[in-house]
């Protein structure tokens, strides 16, 4: 039985696949590239991120290329996410649920707590984890952590989220997971997973 519910945050309950999508158009214009859509995004998307990256190049990233491309897309992203919302149903899902519910998320912490904040969904959520000063590393890592300060049984969590990553996540942990296809992969790699897999947080929210 599920009590609780952790969720993921950029393109899950927020539909930041817009500004994922110009803020990497911006950086690759210096190189020629045509613009993407977001299915065109999604069909070269993979983690880590660089490796997409090499996909949409070519060939491999030379030194200090990554870490030009990655600030740029910071920068663009930031300025873009602005004018992005939440999920169509993601504050009717929140409010729905009657247990609990924590968010755990590979954005920055910092930039995380004033977005959810300026939302007013803060409240929902018994803890909200983002990622802290530069560390990086795996999302099963981070999700091991965010259980741990929780303080619940994995066994009765459940995870949605929109990427492999979350997938993996939460069988890492002992958890189990839906996968949403409103983020930056395709539906294909997330059954691939042999998870549940949904397009709405609605239809998410049934397997709680």
Avoid at 8 to 26: K, P, Q, S, Y
Avoid at 77 to 84: G, I, K, P
Avoid at 106 to 112: C, T, V
């Amino acid at each position: 039985m599920t009590k609780h519910i952790i969720w993921d945050w950029n393109g899950t309950l927020f539909h930041d696949i817009d500004a994922v999508v110009g803020a990497t158009n911006e950086v690759f214009k210096p190189y020629a590239l045509p613009a993407m859509t977001a299915d065109a995004f999604r069909a070269v998307y993979t983690r880590p991120i660089w490796l997409a990256y090499e996909r949409l190049l070519g060939r491999p990233l030379n030194e200090g290329e990554w870490e030009l491309l990655d600030g740029g897309f910071h920068e663009h992203y930031f300025r873009l996410c602005e004018t992005c919302r939440l999920a169509d149903d993601a504050e009717l899902v929140l409010t729905t649920w009657t247990g609990t519910q924590s968010l755990c998320s590979m954005a920055p912490h910092e930039h995380l707590v004033p977005k959810v904040e300026s939302f007013g969904i803060t409240g929902h959520f018994t803890r909200i984890d983002g990622l802290l000063g530069t560390t990086g590393g795996e999302k099963a890592t981070h999700m091991t952590a965010h259980i741990a300060a929780i303080g619940l049984d994995p066994g009765e969590i459940l995870v949605i989220g929109d990427s492999v990553d979350d997938g993996l996540a939460a069988q890492h942990v002992g958890a189990r997971a839906v996968l949403y296809t409103g983020g930056m992969t395709t539906r294909a790699d997330l059954e691939g997973t042999g998870l549940p897999v949904v397009d709405t947080l609605s239809e998410a929210l049934g397997y709680a």
